[in-house]
């Protein structure tokens, strides 16, 4: 049994930062690969960043360079900060072991103008 519990979204101001958490707890082997995804109302579900056992990241190209995927293997931990937030970041993010059917619950961020 895996669980995946998502924490640290809220509002902000566009312009603004926050970090997201997503806590990783259960049958977990090898540092699998992880990555944070975005579904905002009345969109798909898209990728924003993935980061591999041994630290590779990749994103979408709308969040390079303002979003940093990174993660704390000892702690089972993946983090995602948020720099330079825009009003199209809003969405609920999650967090998704890539490759199996585990998925957070999500938490919500929501960006004003």
């Known amino acids: 049994q895996v669980q995946l519990v998502e924490s640290g979204g809220g509002l902000v101001q566009a312009g603004g930062s926050l970090r997201l958490s997503c806590a990783a707890s259960?049958?977990?082997?090898?540092?699998?690969?992880m990555g944070w995804y975005r579904q905002a109302p009345g969109n798909q579900r898209e990728l924003v960043a993935t980061?591999?056992?041994?630290?590779?990241?990749n994103y979408v190209p709308s969040v390079k360079g303002r979003f940093t995927i990174s993660r704390d293997n000892a702690k089972n931990t993946v983090y995602l900060q948020m720099n330079s937030l825009k009003p199209e970041d809003t969405a609920d993010y999650y967090c998704?072991?890539?490759?199996?059917?585990?998925w957070g619950k999500g938490t919500l961020v929501t960006v004003s103008s």
């Open positions: 998704h072991i890539i490759g199996t059917i585990y």
């Open positions: 259960g049958s977990i082997f090898n540092n699998p690969t």
């Open positions: 980061i591999s056992s041994s630290g590779h990241t």
